[in-house]
């Protein structure tokens, strides 16, 4: 899933908590034995369920981190509970108009998650 949109309150300062900010979020998993048995038996259960995918990162999102990294970690592991038969994850979080003291369009950062 890609470019899942967010408002949030994360940041390691307390300005960045009160005002909260725009996040995006892209997910990627790759299932061991790929996407074969989801097509031919039309099964949901055999394959990644984006509707899961998106109220899971809300949830994370939802709680106030300090860390792009520790965000994108729980987003993989709360993930990896719900897909255990996936081989991998790949989590990238931009935040927009870091508090850098100058113009940047973004922060981002991506964490993979082997299983």
Known sequence: M?????YAHHGWYVEENKLGNRYEVDFTAWLTNGFSKAA???????????????STVQQVM???TPLLETIAQN????????FPFAERFECTIRKYNPPVGGLC???EITLEHLL
């Open 2 to 6: 890609k470019g899942m949109e967010f």
């Open 40 to 54: 031919s038996e039309n099964d949901l259960n055999a394959t990644i369920n984006y509707e899961v995918i998106y």
């Open 62 to 64: 939802a709680v106030p």
């Open 75 to 82: 987003i993989n592991n709360a993930l990896a509970q719900e």
């Open 105 to 107: 369009h973004y922060a």
